[in-house]
């Protein structure tokens, strides 16, 4: 399964062939590359898939992007656990 994750540009670069960004993924911070969605600016949530940021998203539709993954994690994390008495 392919997940795209929103997540904040806090920074971006133009001085190697491709524009690139640093990303905040709540927290955790990784470079995307911009080349699909020149015009984002610092400060914009982006959908980042396999390292190309793919569309710009604003903040409303990130949240509730990022709510729904944090969600999904604590599903599968008490899915995970063991059954008390096993």
Not at 23 to 40: F, H, K, S, V
Not at 66 to 72: D, N, Q
Request: with cysteine; proline share 6%.
């Amino acid at each position: 399964m392919c997940l795209a994750i929103p997540g904040k540009i806090l920074e971006i670069r133009t001085d190697g062939p491709l524009p690139m960004a640093v990303i905040d993924y709540a927290g955790a911070r990784n470079e995307a590359c911009l080349a699909y969605t020149p015009e984002a600016q610092i400060g914009d949530y982006v959908i980042v898939h396999a390292g190309f940021a793919l569309q710009v998203l604003n903040e409303q539709e990130a949240q509730a992007s990022l709510a729904e993954l944090t969600r999904l994690s604590a599903l599968m994390e008490a899915d995970a656990e063991p059954e008390a008495g096993s």
